[in-house]
């Protein structure tokens, strides 16, 4: 099944608002084994409307609309499926009954635009929304499908979940498409690339390998779809073998790469803390980034200047005098300063030239120094990175949260 998702609203064109809703989308019919293979956004007119809608009928199976189903003149979503397929627009009494349901009062005392939420095209049929007044609309049309629903994102997400999905899966009973990913570190997408050219050949008809690169890792997503997904398995575990010797982490869909770190961090039961130089907090905003941090994060310290690490991590002055703040001793005293305050477990500090400016011959933009810390004492590391200040701080704060869940692991 090929799939199109469309949003609907001036607010997404504007910019005004992020369109969580084609992510949450394409997820769900990604696990379900739909290819979605067309994202679009139009304005809140009918003429945007259909004019999209007669543009990519014949490109997809199914259809799946977001937004203008709300109850003042300017939503006219309804109106516009209404002419799109011919039909006109007419009271439904099951919107009735639910939306007289929803308020525990009749239909005509309820005032003119809430009324108006019961009227939908004719030949659709209603999707319940019990945490709105906008119901989904299900179409039929050639064969095709067409879902439209609200473009609040918990009325979306809830009617997708309880309607939509349990009626794709009796219409398109062929549905299969299935997905590996793995997240590699420390090695840069075209490099990664190059190691790969003859596994990429090897690849039969059906079976694709995507790179998704980010400033600190690539994620690798292997899709099969049709009869080469029974083959998924067979080719993830080649790709594995060419990967032997690179770090890598295996992800399921709904898991990240970093939601797995810190549930091996939950799973120590042991409490961290972090001094941050160059990363400038971003170690601390990934250590709290998924709910239930409390549990082993104590707090951090952003030692951007050398007199906060001298009065607040007693670094000592003459070390980074003699050695300079980007140093081995420096990240020493970071990790265990900050260890002593906070009566962590483990620690971790960073320091380093993030750059673009700052860098020497001797400590070029991109060195970075990582310590860490714990009750057997410190260790520290140099890593030299990149000439890019944005991918300096992404690598050194992922390398550090990764030295200390390593730590963290080992008692």
Not at 32 to 48: F, I, K
Request: proline letters at 4%; charged letters at 20%; one cysteine or more.
């Amino acid at each position: 099944m090929k799939s199109i998702v469309i949003t609907i609203g001036d607010e997404i064109l504007l910019g005004q608002i992020a369109d969580s809703n084609s992510c949450f989308m394409a997820q769900q019919l990604t696990r379900l084994g739909a290819e979605t293979v067309e994202m679009r956004s139009v304005a809140d007119t009918q003429e945007a409307i259909i004019s999209c809608l007669q543009d990519v009928w014949n490109k997809a199976d199914a259809f799946f609309i977001t937004g203008g189903l709300g109850p003042t003149k300017d939503d006219v979503t309804k109106q516009a499926l209404a002419d799109f397929f011919s039909t006109t627009l007419e009271r439904n009494a099951t919107a009735t009954g639910w939306l007289q349901d929803l308020f525990a009062q009749p239909l005509s005392s309820l005032n003119a635009y809430n009324q108006m939420q019961a009227v939908l095209p004719r030949n659709c049929i209603p999707l319940y929304n019990p945490k709105g007044t906008a119901c989904g609309m299900w179409f039929e049309k050639d064969g095709k499908v067409l879902v439209s629903m609200p473009g609040v994102p918990f009325e979306m997400e809830t009617i997708f979940t309880r309607e939509v999905l349990p009626r794709l899966k009796k219409t398109f009973t062929d549905l299969n498409l299935t997905y590996r990913l793995l997240t590699v570190h420390d090695i840069t997408e075209s490099d990664l690339a190059l190691r790969l050219v003859a596994f990429e050949q090897s690849l039969p008809s059906g079976l694709k390998l995507a790179y998704l690169p980010s400033v600190n890792l690539v994620r690798l997503r292997l899709t099969a779809t049709g009869a080469a997904a029974e083959q998924a398995d067979v080719y993830f575990a080649q790709l594995q073998q060419v990967l032997q010797g690179l770090h890598y982490v295996l992800e399921s869909g709904e898991t990240k790469d970093l939601q797995t770190l810190l549930d091996e961090l939950r799973q120590t039961g042991k409490t961290v803390a972090c001094a941050e130089s160059c990363t400038g907090g971003m170690i601390a905003h990934l250590l709290t980034s998924e709910p239930g941090a409390s549990t082993y994060f104590l707090g951090g310290v952003i030692a951007y200047a050398n007199i906060v690490k001298e009065q607040v991590l007693g670094v000592q002055s003459e070390d980074l005098q003699q050695y300079g703040a980007v140093s081995e001793p420096v990240a020493l005293q970071m990790a265990q300063g900050v260890r002593r305050l906070t009566g962590a477990d483990y620690t971790v500090a960073t320091t380093g030239v993030a750059g673009p400016d700052g860098g020497s011959e001797e400590k070029p933009v991109g060195t970075v120094w990582i310590a860490w810390a714990g009750p057997d004492g410190a260790t520290a590391q140099k890593f030299t990175f990149s000439r890019t200040r944005e991918r300096n701080i992404g690598r050194a704060a992922d390398k550090a949260l990764r030295l200390l869940v390593e730590a963290a692991k080992k008692k």
